[in-house]
């Protein structure tokens, strides 16, 4: 059912046997019971093997962005909608529930937040999730010192989130130069998403108007997708899985938040002159 986009409960009942509603109930529950599953296949790295992703960070690219500690996405999720209900209508003009990923250097999930509405901009989901909440207390808990998260140009520059420059037309060299190798790095979300897609087709669009079903169906494939991973199990990439349209500038907070914008800008131009 996950790996087939199209399959139907009554085709899955027929082939094993069952009625359409029990093949219904099975995939329900299953898919519950996998996505229980999440504090263990879904972790967070710490000690060792947060050391260990800084290592394959650094040596994932010949130039290496310094510091990279994980990165960050969206991704939409098709659900069904009404035409009546905007809440839910993306800027693609289709039903959707977002998914923020945040994956190590391997292209694992190690957090994962579903369930905003796709007519959601990326940074609002990002600043509404439980792993910014945390890190906003404090950042040297969550990811090691002098280490960053990976974000686009969607999300909002921080201490412990670099960002893309702007490209305005009048960018000097260091900073075109931090770009390319930030996007070179970031890239790594952007193949997982593909792999998860292109691995779980449902995922292309799940008809059910149950938000609490979709979230439960996204964290059970991106579980299924860790332990593959483990195992190095070949998958096929979607190519269609890039949410690149969705993802527009955001403006640079300020008021209550001056130092710390401050900070984040200095801490950037710092990296971008000594690449």
């Known amino acids: 059912m996950l790996a087939n986009e199209k399959e139907t409960y009554r085709q899955t009942g027929e082939r094993f046997g069952i009625s359409e509603s029990t093949a219904f109930r099975v995939f329900k529950s299953t898919i519950s019971s996998i996505s229980n599953l999440e504090e263990k296949y879904i972790v967070w790295p710490t000690e060792l093997a947060a050391q260990r992703n800084i290592n394959g960070f650094y040596n994932l690219r010949k130039v290496p962005f310094p510091g990279a500690f994980c990165v960050v996405d969206c991704s939409h999720i098709r659900i069904n909608g009404s035409l009546s ?3 839910y209508l993306n ?5 959707s529930v977002i998914i923020q990923g945040i994956c190590d250097f391997e292209g694992k999930f190690i957090n994962v937040f579903v369930g905003y509405p796709g007519s959601s901009h990326d940074a609002a989901v990002w600043v509404n999730s439980p792993v910014h909440k945390q890190l906003m207390q404090n950042h040297y808990e969550v990811i090691p010192p002098n280490c960053f998260i990976l974000g686009d140009s969607a999300y ?10 702007r490209d305005n037309g009048h960018l000097e060299l260091h900073q075109k130069k931090f770009n390319t190798i930030l996007s070179s790095s970031r890239v790594v979300i952007e193949q997982a998403f593909g792999s998860l897609k292109g691995r779980f087709r449902r995922l292309k669009g799940i008809e059910t108007l149950c938000v609490e079903a979709v979230s439960k169906t996204v964290i059970a494939a991106c579980i299924i997708h860790n332990m593959c991973s483990d195992s190095d199990q070949d998958f096929e990439v979607d190519d269609l899985a890039d949410d690149s349209f969705f993802n527009f500038e955001a403006e640079e907070h300020s008021n209550s938040r001056t130092t710390r914008a401050s900070d984040a800008l200095a801490i950037r ?3 971008a002159k000594n690449l």
Not at 91 to 95: G, K, S
Not at 156 to 165: D, G
């Open 156 to 165: 909002p520059l921080s201490e412990f989130l670099m960002k893309p420059y």
């Open 85 to 87: 209900d905007n809440s």
């Open 269 to 271: 131009d710092s990296i």
């Open 91 to 95: 800027r693609n003009h289709y039903h």
